[in-house]
């Protein structure tokens, strides 16, 4: 009597054993190593099914991704940089406006509304097979878009004493690159990263500049007053600048976990030794407008000795391999004349 009452429990169980199994595309909340910068496993079954543990969670990804959304532009970036175009991203007029990359984005791509908060039915009706977005923006949406595809987010800016933006950079690059099963191409681009650092470094030292001081901003105007971001020693673009043999002589009084100190031209004395690089857009140039008479800019030394360097305003330094060719390009024009 007893088997007989058992049978059908275990129908059930073997059901219920046999969706589990065959489900893919699943996100699971983050576990409490979840909080670096993302990264793939590297598990994988016979089906083709993996285990992608990232910064909120793990997410089961089945086969090689074809179907991107990008919901940030360093991860269109990425995608680009291994020959894959997304299906969409997230406001790409200011893409377009803010990196200077080449390959561009094709016509077909189609925009999926704001960084901060994208169209859920427009990406719904892409049908993708693969969302990619930083942990920051889509905490709050991570559950509605794992129900849409598969979701992986990465954190770009680790916390104090977990490494810098380039690592984090390199290693949220070589992931999204074996997700669209472009793996051999993501380790070449670097390879080619490498060696454009190497070039670099060694055209710098045969100017006698190697080990040159050099401080960076972007700079803009909020509300008629001159703003000037400047960058700290874990932000990419100074981690790029040191690896081409150049030293970051600004220094912050604290830990600044995007990489940047929002600050005034008050302190710029204190890195008026060193040659001043700075991203500024052509319409909103603080240096020829509010600037231009202040007795603080002008009385600086790199500015007597003309050791000014302006960068383009789509100077992308939150990018990824590609924006980061293009900073040593630029940095390396400027010092080795």
Not at 54 to 80: D, F, Q
Not at 153 to 172: I, S
Not at 214 to 220: D, G, N, P, R, S
Not at 257 to 266: D, K, L
């Amino acid at each position: 009597m007893r088997l007989k009452k058992s049978k059908p429990m275990f129908i059930v169980l073997c059901l219920i054993f046999l969706f589990l199994t065959t489900a893919c595309g699943t996100s699971s909340p983050a576990s409490k190593e979840a909080g670096q910068p993302a990264a793939n496993t590297g598990a994988q079954e016979a089906s083709g099914a993996r285990t992608i543990k990232h910064a909120l969670g793990t997410t089961e990804l089945k086969g090689t991704a074809k179907r991107v959304v990008a919901l940030e532009w360093s991860y269109v970036e990425h995608l680009l940089a291994v020959g894959v175009q997304p299906v969409g991203v997230a406001d790409i007029k200011g893409y377009k406006t803010w990196v200077n990359i080449s390959p561009q984005l094709d016509a077909s791509v189609v925009d999926v509304g704001a960084r901060t908060e994208p169209s859920l039915e427009a990406i719904a009706a892409l049908k993708p097979d693969l969302i990619v977005a930083p942990d920051f923006r889509i905490k709050a949406s991570y559950e509605m878009l794992s129900k849409i595809a598969p979701t992986v987010a990465f954190n770009p800016y680790p916390a104090e004493g977990e490494g810098n933006q380039f690592e984090a950079m390199e290693k949220t690059f070589l992931a999204v690159a074996e997700m669209v099963g472009k793996k051999a191409e993501g380790d070449k681009v670097m390879s080619d990263l490498q060696k454009t650092f190497d070039d670099a470094k060694a055209k710098l030292k045969a100017k006698g500049k190697e080990g040159a001081e050099i401080a960076v901003t972007q700079a803009y105007s909020q509300q008629n007053a001159a703003v000037l971001r400047m960058f700290t020693d874990n932000s990419m673009l100074i981690q790029i600048l040191n690896k081409i043999g150049l030293k970051n002589s600004f220094k912050s009084a604290k830990f600044e976990p995007n990489g940047f100190s929002t600050t005034s031209v008050e302190a710029l004395p204190a890195v008026q030794n060193a040659n001043f690089m700075y991203i500024v857009q052509d319409n909103d140039n603080i240096f020829e407008k509010q600037l231009k008479d202040n007795a603080v800019w002008n009385g600086l030394t790199f500015v007597k000795e003309k050791r000014t360097y302006k960068f383009p305003g789509n100077t992308w330094t939150f990018g990824g391999p590609l924006s980061a060719k293009s900073i040593v390009d630029l940095a390396t024009g400027a010092l080795a004349k």
